[in-house]
C-alpha cells in the first residue's frame, strides 16, 4: 500500500472509506459499486489537483518517498544483459554507486548511478545513496572504459548527497568528485543523464555533467539539502519549505534557468504511484536525446559539453 505524504492526508482518508465500502461489497446483499466509483473518482481528481500545483519542498518530500524506484529498478525495468562491474582498483567496492555494460533497446551502453534500497537492510547496504570516495572513483573507472569502447554514458542521479563522514574526507572526498565531474566533461563519447529522485549537492553533479541532463518531474536538484541551507541561513531546519522555495530546486525552476534540458512527466501523483510507467517514460526520454547525440564526433561532443556548462550563469 502507497505510503501517504503530510500534504495527501485528504487523499488518505478517501482511500480509506474506499478500501472500508471494498471490504463490505463482499456481502451479496449490499450494492455500493456506486459509492466506490464515486469515491473513486474524487480521489483521482483530489490527487490531480494537489499534485498540479506542489510546492518546491512539497517536491522534495515526493522527490524523496520510499517506494519511488531506485537503479536496481530502471536496470529491471530499461536495460538488458546488465553486467555489473565493482570496484575502484584502490581501495574498494562502495555499494552507493552501481555501474557496469548493458544493452538499452539494442545499443550497448555503460549505465552508472546511485542506489539508495529500498528496505532497512539493503539502504544499510547501500548506504543510502549517500557515496564514498571509491564509489566516485569506480564511476570514473567505469566513465573511462566506456570512452575507450565507445559506449555512450547513461547515468542515473539518485542521493541526498555524497557521504560526510570523517573516514570518506580521509580518503579524499572532494577530489574523488571534481575528478569524476571532471571525467564527466572529458567524455569522448554521448553523455545522458537522469535526475530520477534527489540530486544533493555535488554527489549528484560528479554523475550529471552531461551532454542532456534529464529530470523527473517531481524530482529536485540543488547544491544543498533545504534543511542544510535553513540550518545555514536561519540556523533552524523548519525553514526548510522557505529554503526549497528560494533555492530553485525544482525541474520547473531549473529548466526555466537552462540547468537542466528536458523534464520527464510523471506518473499522476509520482513516479512511486505507478513506477513501472514512469521507468518507460524515463527508457523514452533517454532512447531519444542517445538517438540525437548518435552519430555526433568526439570533438562536437566535447565542445558541446564544454559550452552548456560554461553558458551557466551568463546574462
Known sequence: ????????????????????????????????????????????KLLREIYAKLTPWQK????????RPHFKHYVEGLFDDWMPLAGDRNFADDQAILGGFARFRGRRVMVIGHEKGDDIPSRMKHNFGMAKPEGYRKAIRLMQLADRFGLPVVTLVDTSG??????????GQAEAIAR?????????????AAVVGEGGSGGAIALAAANRVLMFEHAVYSVISPEGCASILWRTSDKAAEAAAAMKMSAQDLIALK?????????VGGAHRAPDVAIQALGDAIAEELDGLSGLPRDALLAAREEKFLAMGRA
Not at 522534495?60 to 517506494?67: E, G, L, S
Request: proline residues 7%; negative net charge.
Open 1 to 44: 500500500m502507497t505510503a501517504f505524504l503530510d500534504f495527501e492526508k485528504q487523499v488518505a482518508a478517501l482511500d480509506r472509506q474506499i478500501a472500508e465500502l471494498k471490504e463490505m461489497g463482499d456481502d451479496p446483499t449490499l450494492n455500493i459499486d456506486n459509492d466506490i466509483a464515486r469515491l473513486e473518482d474524487k480521489s483521482a
Open 259 to 267: 540547468i537542466i534540458d528536458r523534464i520527464v512527466p510523471e506518473p
Open 162 to 171: 555524497a557521504f560526510p563522514g570523517i573516514q570518506a574526507e580521509e580518503r
Open 60 to 67: 522534495t518530500q515526493v522527490a524523496r518517498h520510499p517506494d
Open 180 to 192: 569524476s565531474t571532471e571525467q564527466c566533461l572529458a567524455l569522448g563519447v554521448p553523455m545522458v
